[in-house]
Structures are given as C-alpha cells and as structure tokens.
C-alpha cells in the first residue's frame, strides 16, 4: 500500500481601501487561510490512503464519467483506485476561453454519486481561468464521514462547454 500524505494551504487576502471624509483612507484588509493537512495515511479523520490524480482532456461539450469505485491508480498500474470516502477534491480548469466552464455532477443515472452535490441531478460550474488567474474548486470534508461513495453512489459526471478544455484533477480519500 502506497502512503498518502498531503501539506495543502490556501491563503485569500484582500485589501479594500475605504475613503471617508477629505482624503482620509482606511486599508481594510480582509481574507483567511483554507488548509488541508493530511500528514498521516489512514481511513479516520485528517487522513487519507487513496489518490486519484489526473490531467483530463475534453472535447468540446463531450462529457466523461468517472467511476469512483474504479479509477486508474495514479502510477499506472493495473489496481484501481476504489474510494469508500472523498475528503478532499480539487480541479484546475487549463482554458482561457472567456465563458468556457467545467460542469460537474447530474451524472443521471441510478448510480449518480450525491457525496458532494445533492440532491440528484444538482450540478456545479467551473469557469475557465485567465491568462492571469485560475479557474478552480477545491472541496474539502476532513472529518471521518468524508463524502461517502457507494455502489449505487459513484459516477460524477464532468461536461464542458462547446470548448476544449484540459482539467487537472485531484481526488484524495480513503478505502474504508
């Protein structure tokens, strides 16, 4: 079995300037850190012993499913990668096409996974990046329940709009 460890760290800051009265500013910084430290290998919280992680690319509005319950291992073997639980989902949209976006979920099928957009049929858009700045989501549910994945609970759907997209994914989790 392979050790899965992640050190993950997000951090958003802003500054609003506020003007008020004659020439007067006030710097108004706002922001915080989003961090997905899962430094040990294991199926309990904070812990992960699945990786999925792979570079998709996408025809113009052609759609792929992914199969949670059997995706390639990362290094190519012949296991598969078959996820009990998700705890951390991240994806980077490589398109600079203004509009063009990565719809996630509304898989449509009895098997269509819930674990992170509910009800049935519920769908997410990724809009595409800039030359400057990415198009991106990142999801995380580090505590033990994660987001489950079951038999009748594993395919995710993701289409993109009429562009070409290339998407790097990163789904960590565990088997149990």
């Not at 760290?9 to 710097?27: C, E, R």
Request: glycine residues 10%; hydrophobic residues 45%.
């Amino acid at each position: 079995m392979a050790t899965i460890t992640g050190k993950n760290k997000i951090t958003l800051a802003f500054d609003q300037a506020q003007s008020y009265g004659f020439g007067n500013v006030l710097a108004l910084p706002t922001g915080f850190s989003i961090k997905a430290l899962f430094e040990q290998t294991g199926v309990t919280a904070d812990k992960c012993n699945l990786l999925y992680a792979k570079e998709l690319t996408f025809v113009a509005s052609t759609p792929q499913t992914l199969n949670l319950k059997s995706l390639p291992d990362i290094r190519d073997v012949a296991a598969a990668v078959v996820f009990a639980r998700v705890r951390l989902l991240a994806i980077r949209i490589g398109a600079f096409a203004d509009g063009a976006y990565l719809e996630c979920g509304a898989e449509g099928s009895a098997n269509e996974w819930l674990g992170i957009l509910s009800p049935a049929g519920a769908k997410e858009k990724i809009m595409a990046g800039t030359s400057a700045n990415d198009g991106f989501l990142v999801r995380g549910a580090p505590n033990t329940t994660g987001w489950p994945v079951a038999t009748d609970s594993r395919l995710w759907k993701l289409t993109p709009s009429a562009h070409a997209i290339v998407a790097q994914i990163i789904i960590a989790g565990c088997d149990a």
